[in-house]
């Protein structure tokens, strides 16, 4: 039931200017994402970087509908790639892109070039890029284009979620040279057909694709905050006599930070995945949805205003 008072608060402006104009409110906020703005996401990376961690940069967009919006999108990206390198914040920083807000619905080649230029302003920058996936039906198209994107920019990356059934095939593909791959669970609710719906299942996949990535020659990045997944992915990168800067570990800004900070002390590299932008109070109700154990957070926050 919390679940979906919070999906449903997602879409409250209401709401949504209660949090930011209270002090306790914008400082949960702040926990989870950097700000609506540009701005607070170098603020925001500078502390981070300061802190010993890396960051990937995701724009919280609005959901692109036209061709116009995916180019604002790309634009966007350009410019943040200009600013992280002119505020000497890469290669430190890198971008997470949403194909689907380049608008890869709407025209894929239209998207591909969008992607290709903010790649290309992320090499200027001295940096990566790494495509998140979104629902199965875009796999195929994203793991093309990867493909192709990476003929001129080796180092772009690409998230595969474990709880597909395909996904031990395609780290197969992906374990090779200067490939970087970040493994996560997946968030999406998708079908039984093409996806593992157990928890253990899912876990179980995770592993599978952790020693198929771990084994091969790329560079795995362990996306997940689970503790039991995290230790294995600690006791793989032994096994596999991986050291830093052979992989790494990515977590959401603001979920499990003392997990953040003892694997960063213990050498390897922790990057943050650290969204900002207008659509950020959509974004935080999904991290409470997920997760009731921040609701307790969220309201003692509120109720001190
Ligand atoms: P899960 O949610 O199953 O939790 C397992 C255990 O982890 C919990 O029992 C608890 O012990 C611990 N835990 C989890 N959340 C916690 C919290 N808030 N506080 C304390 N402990 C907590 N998905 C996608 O489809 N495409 C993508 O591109 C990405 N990209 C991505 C990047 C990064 C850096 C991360 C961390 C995640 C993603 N995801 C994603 C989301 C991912 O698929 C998944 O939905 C979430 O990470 C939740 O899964 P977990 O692996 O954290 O475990």
């Known amino acids: 039931m919390l679940r979906s008072l919070f999906l449903a608060?997602?879409?409250?402006?209401?709401?949504?200017?209660?949090?930011?104009?209270?002090?306790?409110g914008s400082g949960v906020v702040r926990r989870f994402v950097a700000g609506s703005g540009a701005d607070e996401a170098l603020?925001?990376?500078?502390?981070?970087?300061?802190?010993?961690?890396?960051?990937?940069?995701?724009?919280?967009?609005?959901?692109?509908?036209?061709?116009?919006?995916?180019?604002a999108v790309r634009d966007e990206h350009v410019a943040l790639l200009a600013r992280l390198r002119a505020a000497g914040l890469t290669p430190a920083a890198e971008v997470s892109v949403k194909l689907s807000e380049l608008g890869q619905r709407l025209d894929e080649r239209v998207a591909f070039e969008h992607a290709h230029a903010i790649c290309a302003a992320a090499a200027e920058a001295g940096t990566t890029v790494t495509l998140d996936a979104e629902d199965h039906t875009t796999t195929d198209a994203t793991l093309e284009t990867l493909l192709e994107l990476r003929r001129d920019f080796p180092s772009t990356g690409a998230a595969l979620q474990a709880y597909l059934r395909r996904t031990?095939?395609?780290?197969?593909?992906?374990?090779?040279?200067g490939s970087r791959v970040r493994l996560c669970k997946g968030a999406y609710a998708e079908p039984e057909s093409v996806a593992f719906q157990s928890p253990l299942d899912v876990d179980k996949s995770y592993v599978r694709c952790l020693n198929v990535l771990m084994s091969g020659e790329g560079y795995p990045m362990v996306a997940t905050h689970d503790p039991r997944l995290i230790a294995i992915a600690e006791d793989r990168a032994r096994w596999f006599d991986r050291s830093t800067g052979e992989c790494?570990?990515?977590?959401?800004?603001?979920?499990?930070?003392?997990?953040?900070?003892?694997?960063?002390?213990?050498?390897?590299?922790?990057?943050?995945?650290?969204?900002?932008?207008?659509?950020?109070?959509?974004?935080?109700?999904?991290?409470?949805?997920?997760?009731?154990?921040?609701?307790a957070y969220f309201a003692k926050a509120i109720s001190a205003r």
């Not at 499990?256 to 109070?281: C, D, M, N, S």
């Open 9 to 24: 608060a997602a879409g409250s402006a209401r709401l949504e200017r209660l949090v930011e104009s209270t002090p306790a």
């Open 43 to 71: 603020a925001t990376t500078r502390e981070l970087a300061d802190d010993g961690l890396a960051v990937s940069l995701v724009h919280l967009g609005t959901g692109t509908e036209t061709l116009e919006q995916a180019q």
């Open 168 to 177: 031990e095939g395609d780290c197969r593909e992906l374990a090779v040279a």
């Open 248 to 295: 790494e570990f990515q977590l959401l800004h603001g979920v499990r930070p003392e997990e953040q900070a003892r694997l960063a002390a213990g050498g390897h590299t922790v990057r943050v995945y650290l969204p900002y932008g207008k659509q950020w109070f959509g974004y935080l109700m999904r991290r409470f949805a997920e997760r009731p154990a921040n609701v």
